[in-house]
């Protein structure tokens, strides 16, 4: 009894599932797991922390991938940087060819193709007071003071932190080391 009492529960439910009307859905059990409650990005709702349905990543997040840099915009934090505590360990065996198109578009139209601080921008007098590489106007700059400068920028010169990947840097400041050998008097 109990058997057949199942089977015709197993029967009716199979019948229930088939339609003739093809493009209709049919019955749907629990339907708030069938189709369940859609969210936009960040539409407003009560029971998240900040009150949208996008939540901000936990304090202190660093995307994968991503290299802190943590020394400050202050004369200190140069003085740190200069001291190159922070160049990465492959930075000598870098090829500085493969920062010249970067150098090209980032910051030739200021210091110049060849680093000599006669950029476009400075031969039409948009801007002043850039310096060439070299050893006589700058005689003490390192690697690591140059990616001090890429991360804060320097008065005129602004922040190219966002614009820049971590290797996309060293890869600059590479090739900004031969610019600079090449256009010192001792070269
Ligand atoms: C908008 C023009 C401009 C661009 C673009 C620019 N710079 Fe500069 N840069 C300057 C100016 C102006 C200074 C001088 C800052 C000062 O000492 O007052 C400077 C200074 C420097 C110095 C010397 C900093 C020091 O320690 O005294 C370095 C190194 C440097 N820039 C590298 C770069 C690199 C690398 C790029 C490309 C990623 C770049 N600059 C892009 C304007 C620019």
């Not at 209709?24 to 539409?43: I, K, N, V």
Request: charged residues 20%; proline residues 6%; negative net charge.
């Amino acid at each position: 009894m109990k058997k057949t009492a199942i089977f015709s529960l197993v029967i009716a439910s199979f019948l229930m599932s088939c339609r003739s009307e093809k493009d209709q859905p049919g019955y749907t059990f629990m339907d708030d797991m069938y189709s369940s409650p859609a969210l936009r990005t960040h539409e407003a709702v009560a029971n998240t922390p900040q009150g949208t349905s996008a939540m901000l990543p936990v304090e202190g997040t660093i995307p994968r991938g991503h290299v802190t840099y943590d020394l400050a915009n202050s004369t200190e934090g140069y003085e740190s940087s200069k001291a190159n505590s922070h160049v990465p360990a492959n930075f000598a065996d870098m090829d500085p060819a493969e920062g010249k198109v970067l150098y090209n578009i980032f910051c030739a139209s200021c210091h110049g193709a060849k680093g000599d601080g006669e950029g476009i921008l400075v031969q039409r007098e948009k801007i002043l007071g850039i310096p060439g590489y070299d050893e006589v106007r700058l005689p003490e700059i390192t690697p690591g003071s140059i990616y001090h400068v890429i991360m804060h920028g320097k008065n005129n010169m602004g922040s190219h932190a966002s614009q820049l990947t971590y290797s996309e840097r060293w890869k600059i400041i590479s090739y900004v080391m031969q610019l600079r050998a090449n256009q010192s008097p001792s070269a």
